[in-house]
């Protein structure tokens, strides 16, 4: 046997047990496989024949793969031959999907030919799903206050400082400043487990009532704050302090108390109340303590 069929029986064997897909064809309307290794049938899960039939009907028939962003996001290595990779889900033959990474080198000589090279990176796609889904909710964590869930101090510091560097003359927003009267009294006289339950009890209030449009947050203790991002009819939002008040006295039953908890509420308006965080904090905070030294349980607005 010459040395040159014996270099080709080992290049078909080597070809064939290889453990990456190998797919030549030529391309254009009338796409004909010239050859395909076993891996690349397999991996998806389809006969030869099978697989021949779907790469000659059209790579995107079972590949979210778009030729014509293909050749406008590649055009420069096709025309000079050169490698490039994509990584695709590819479906198999059961209907599952199997992530693909290509490398691809088109070669235009009488006729655009294509050689293709697959790797299964299903696992590894999926890991990295899974580790940005960890590091997703850390960052979730991270933004929102342990016991209620709403959204800590520094995050709506963040959002709400962003929001206004970026609102022009044209933002109409509002401040809303809350603190719960009394609050050391309520954890004195029936314990801290009261305490916690009148919190979230008035979390649930501000996030049910606000939570469409708005970012409702902790600032720490017993204080909370509302960003209100669209605050053009003033009475309204007014009325609504009003109704968060209302249904928070309301926990009195619920809770057993012998007196109903209140808050004081304090409010500053985009832009006579400040153009930045702390100026409608601090703003807010002053309407908020005038509350509190002249009767508790109201709503003030920062004029």
């Known amino acids: 046997m010459n040395s040159s069929v ?8 080597v070809m064939k047990h290889v453990p990456i897909g190998l797919v030549v064809s030529r391309e254009g309307r009338k796409r004909k496989v010239y050859y395909i290794n076993q891996m690349a049938h397999e991996m998806l899960g389809y006969t030869r024949e099978e697989y021949i039939q779907k790469v000659e009907g059209g790579w995107s028939k079972f590949m979210d793969l778009d030729l014509k962003d293909i050749i406008r996001d590649y055009h420069d290595k096709i025309m000079a031959g050169e490698p490039f990779e994509v990584t695709v889900p590819a479906m198999t033959k059961d209907g599952g999907v199997r992530w693909l990474m290509l490398q691809i080198v088109i070669r235009m000589e009488l006729e655009p030919v294509s050689y293709i090279t697959m790797l299964d990176v299903t696992d590894r ?5 899974r580790q940005a889904r960890e590091r997703e909710y850390l960052r979730e964590c991270a933004s929102r206050d342990s016991m209620t869930r709403l959204l800590n101090r520094g995050t709506m510091e963040s959002l ?11 933002g109409a927003y509002a401040y809303i400043t809350l603190d ?3 609050f050391k009294q309520i954890n004195d006289l029936y314990g801290h487990w009261v305490g916690d339950g009148v919190i979230l ?12 449009g708005a970012y409702v947050g902790r600032m720490g203790g017993d204080e909370f704050a509302v960003f209100l991002t669209e605050a053009n009819d003033r009475d309204a939002i007014q009325q609504q302090a009003q109704e968060v008040l209302r249904e928070l006295r309301q926990q009195k039953e619920r809770m057993g108390l012998s007196e109903a908890p209140s808050a004081s509420i304090g409010i500053a308006f985009y832009p006579e109340g400040g153009t930045s965080f702390q100026e409608l904090y601090h703003r807010a905070d002053e309407a908020l303590y005038q509350v509190k030294k002249e009767k508790k349980n109201g709503v003030a607005i920062y004029a």
Not at 6 to 13: D, V
Not at 125 to 129: L, P, Q, T
């Open 6 to 13: 014996m270099e080709e029986k080992i290049l078909k064997k």
């Open 125 to 129: 796609m999926e890991e990295s799903r």
């Open 160 to 170: 709400i400082q962003r929001k206004l560097e970026c609102a022009g003359n044209n």
């Open 180 to 182: 719960i009267d009394n």
């Open 201 to 212: 009890g008035l979390s649930g209030i501000l996030s049910e009532r606000f939570g469409g």
